[in-house]
């Protein structure tokens, strides 16, 4: 792990956030966005998750209650909160971001948004052991709110490097 990425983290977390990892956006390519050419200048994505009240999933039967909605709202408005924070974190150290909403639906027929923010997290690794359920297409509930942010490409920075994207 790279300095900056160290720091980041570390950024992320006394923002609020649990988990935080970076993910090279080649390992995203293919993956639909929208609009369809959203992670064109980005080189790197943020993932960052909080964890939901355990207790908050006990009485969930077959679907969400009213109570959990809303705790899930909170968390998602908590990411939207971090993402921005950390954005402006990015800049004042020399490099572009974007945050994308930790929820926002764009087709509520299909149920997508701008971007798979469960892409987002395995190719972060905040998935290897840390989030079994959210990662796994099966259905489940999943204590962890994931979102998402991406870092701009910029002098010096490309696919290749294993870095977080900056400019000195």
Known sequence: ?????????????????????VADLAMLEGVETTPPDLLQPF?????LAVKLPTA?????????????AQIYLNANLLLDQIALRLCGWLERHGTSAFPIPASQVLDMEDFTAHLSAKAVANAASCCS??????????GRISPWSPSSEFTKRGRGCSREQNRPCHRR
């Not at 570390?10 to 935080?20: C, M, P, Y």
């Not at 080189?43 to 993932?47: E, G, K, L, T």
């Not at 079994?132 to 099966?138: F, Q």
């Open 56 to 68: 908050v999933f006990e009485p969930l039967v077959d679907r969400p209650t009213p109570l959990y």
């Open 129 to 138: 052991g840390a989030l079994p359920r959210r990662c796994r297409d099966d």
């Open 43 to 47: 080189i790197r994505a943020v993932s």
């Open 1 to 21: 792990m790279t300095d900056v990425t160290k720091a980041l983290k570390q950024h992320a977390h006394s923002l609020g956030a649990d988990l935080a990892g």
